[in-house]
């Protein structure tokens, strides 16, 4: 048995416990695995509910709302991106009791560029129009604070997993005996050589392994039904929590381990 990990999700809607119902409808549409995923980092489930940077949320000046048609993705590109990455990522401690002034600031200071791109004369005087605005109320503004234009929820699981299966290339033969244990007993029909055949799309054996039940069933031709297949395959084979290294994230297959302990609203 592992030991208890705490860990988060993070959601637009509110719930009291986890739904296999609602697959394939989050965030990346389960790209690494047919489950709930959780992470470590109470900011990746922030960065999922689609508030990983300033220019999705409303911004609050002096404490009165104020959003145009500036202040949103359409306009991050015509932006200095270095300047928006180093200065207005959200992270969970800027969320509460953070003046964001000087940061946006530093942004909108860097300044915009639209010769690069085919807008409209019109455009152009419209956008610079309200960059202007902006700039000059940001820099008269006494303290500008973020708020997100719809409420998400940030959950907090507990969760004590049987085993857990680290995806990678790493597959240890004593792995690869397992699994083909398990490939006998639900007689699927193929096996997995040693050494092993990987293709070089395959980023671990997770996807290594939906492969191969793609290609072994027409009828999983679709992504989504190899995913699945794939999951419960491992959940079968006594896996029932997948961690992802490269995104630090896990896929949990048995959702009845998940234990909420506490749920914030943001926003």
């Not at 991050?76 to 928006?84: E, F, G, V």
């Not at 969320?95 to 560029?113: A, M, R």
Request: hydrophobic content about 35%.
């Amino acid at each position: 048995m592992n030991p208890k990990l705490t860990i988060f999700h993070g959601s637009r809607h509110f719930f009291r416990q986890f739904s296999n119902k609602y697959h394939f409808s989050g965030y990346g549409k389960m790209n690494f695995g047919w489950g709930i995923y959780f992470t470590p980092n109470i900011n990746t489930a922030i960065y999922v509910c689609g508030g990983h940077d300033a220019f999705n949320y409303l911004w609050e000046i002096d404490g009165k709302r104020f959003f145009n048609n500036f202040i949103n993705d359409s306009y991050i590109y015509k932006i200095d991106t270095d300047a928006l990455v180093k200065n207005v990522t959200v992270t969970y401690d800027r969320l509460h009791n953070f003046n964001w002034k000087p940061n946006l600031l530093k942004v909108l200071e860097s300044g915009i560029e639209l010769e690069s791109y085919h807008i409209p004369e019109y455009e152009k005087e419209k956008t610079y129009k309200y960059y202007e605005f902006i700039l000059q109320r940001m820099k008269r503004a006494n303290e500008v604070k973020i708020k997100p234009t719809q409420p998400f929820y940030i959950y907090q699981v507990e969760i004590t997993p049987r085993r857990i299966f680290s995806d990678s290339k790493d597959i240890t033969d004593k792995q690869r005996k397992l699994f083909n244990q398990q490939l006998k007993r639900e007689k699927r029909k193929f096996s997995i050589p040693s050494p092993i055949d990987w293709h070089p799309h395959d980023h671990g054996f997770y996807s290594y392994l939906e492969r191969k039940f793609m290609n072994r069933y027409k009828f999983s031709a679709n992504r989504w039904e190899a995913n699945r297949l794939t999951s419960l395959f491992l959940y079968r084979a006594g896996f029932d929590l997948m961690h992802i290294p490269h995104r630090d994230e896990y896929v949990l297959f048995d959702i009845s381990k998940a234990n909420i302990v506490g749920i914030e609203k943001v926003g």
